[in-house]
């Protein structure tokens, strides 16, 4: 997997966002941080192909957008919100309409994995698959959103604040799985950054009324949490 982006620009709020994501060495990933209203979950959006940039480039293994057709790219570069829709299915019977709908992208070739298996290892009972989603906690509906969405093996998961509604242990055990994947994870926190990020993404250096320097990439060294 090789995600690229060059110059991405959403007027108002960013331009000149660039950047590359690739799995050569392993799953990487990156973290989006910027003030509340900077635009990460837009950028996000944009990067699913959920809204449309103003200028820019992205292309995944070398083909655009457009070249994959929009089904395929989302299926392979996939937004995870930071809220299940206001939906009265279950869970389960999200997952079931989400994999007819992939069933049908050509191009898709990862296998699928078991959501309820991936959400068992978080505190997931099996029981809350049969739960319409709109009577979860926060907590549940995000860790069965984030499961779908691991169990989906896309290419790239688009994270949107995945730990918000979490608690300490809770958050723990999402990074320990989300990190053995591939993310564009966005993030308040710069002690989680710096938890699963390899390389942090500054919003804020972006911002459209910012002056000609629009971009930083930020490093944040990874940190060693055996100590
Ligand atoms: N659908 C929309 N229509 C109009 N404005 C929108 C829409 N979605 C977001 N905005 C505006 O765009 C700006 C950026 O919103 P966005 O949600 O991308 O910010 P954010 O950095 O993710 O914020 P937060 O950290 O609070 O989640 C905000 O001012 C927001 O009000």
Redesign the pocket.
Known sequence: MHLKVTGATRRP?FRGVTFELDDDDGPSVLTVM??????????V?CLAGL?PFDAGMIALDGKTMVEWGMANWRAHVLYVP?RPPLLRMTGLEFWKQVTQEFASQRARSAEHGDPIEVADAWDIGHHLWHRPLAQLSGGEAQRIMLAIGVALNPAVLLL??PTSALDATSTQRVEDTLRTRSCIW?T?SKEQAARVGACALD?AACRVDAGPAALVDVEVPPSDTSE
């Open positions: 709020l910027g003030p509340s209203g900077s635009g990460k979950t837009t950028l959006k809204e930071q949107d604040e966005i308040h919003l």
